[in-house]
């Protein structure tokens, strides 16, 4: 299995900081890295896909990058609807396709 | 603009048989460009990805659930389902399905509501 590790676990930020999300794969994943957003009690969201292209109607804030093994997301200023779980993914191996352990963003 | 949505009993006895079924509306099952996938959420926990399957019936299935799961799919109904059999207490989760690309990189577009699944006596 790859296996994809998020940092931090959880983080605390005010309204308009950047905040920065790494995750990390075990091998070598190309760009099959997607992003995704969670609400409690709601089914997670698509936010990025092939780590950096922006999912239709996800505001422009979010952003990804990296390639290979290390992956980040971004939120240039951080909106009081953007708290929430947010977990990365890799599609380079579906035997199985495997997620990060989440990263929780709360209001500081 | 496709929708999913999870249906099946929300509690399931120990070593019986837990099922459910995706209901796809708005959009085709029967597409060349998507699998239909079936993924988990262990309460306060991760994400676990347990299958797909294409129209066809192609199935991949997580090695780690491979000996109890089975995926199948209804084209004339526009639903896939799932059963996973001899359940414990450590099956008890939501249950999600998702939509998921064909085209690589592949990624989950469009998911469920989810549905809570409770194995307990």
């Known amino acids: 299995d790859i296996q994809m590790t998020q940092s931090p676990s959880s983080l605390s930020a005010s309204v308009g900081d950047r905040v920065t999300i790494t995750c990390r794969a075990s091998?070598?994943?190309?760009?099959?890295l997607n992003w995704y957003q969670q609400k409690p009690e709601k089914a997670p969201k698509l936010l990025i896909y092939a780590a950096s292209s922006l999912q239709s109607g996800v505001p422009s804030r979010f952003s990804g990058s990296g390639s290979g093994t290390d992956f980040t997301l971004t939120i240039s200023s951080l909106q009081p609807e953007d708290f929430a779980t947010y977990y990365c993914q890799q599609s380079y191996s579906a035997l199985p396709l495997t997620f990060g352990g989440g990263t929780k963003v709360e209001i500081k | 603009q496709v929708q999913l949505q999870e249906s099946g009993p929300g509690l399931v006895k120990p070593s019986q048989t837990l099922s459910l079924t995706c209901s796809v509306s708005?959009?085709?099952?029967?597409?060349?460009?998507?699998?239909w996938s079936w993924i988990r959420q262990h309460p306060g926990k991760g994400l676990e990805w347990i299958g797909y399957?294409?129209?066809?019936?192609?199935?991949y299935y997580n090695p780690s659930l491979k000996s109890r799961v089975s995926i199948s799919v209804d084209t004339s109904k526009n639903q896939f389902s799932l059963k996973l059999s001899s359940v414990t207490a450590a099956d008890t989760a939501v249950y999600y399905c998702?939509?998921?690309?064909?085209?690589?990189?592949?990624?989950?577009?469009?998911w469920g509501q989810g549905t809570l699944v409770t194995v307990s006596s």
């Open positions: 091998q070598s994943i190309s760009n099959y």
């Open positions: 998702a939509r998921d690309h064909t085209v690589t990189p592949s990624y989950f577009d469009c």
């Open positions: 399957i294409f129209y066809s019936g192609s199935t």
């Open positions: 708005s959009g085709s099952i029967s597409s060349d460009d998507y699998y």
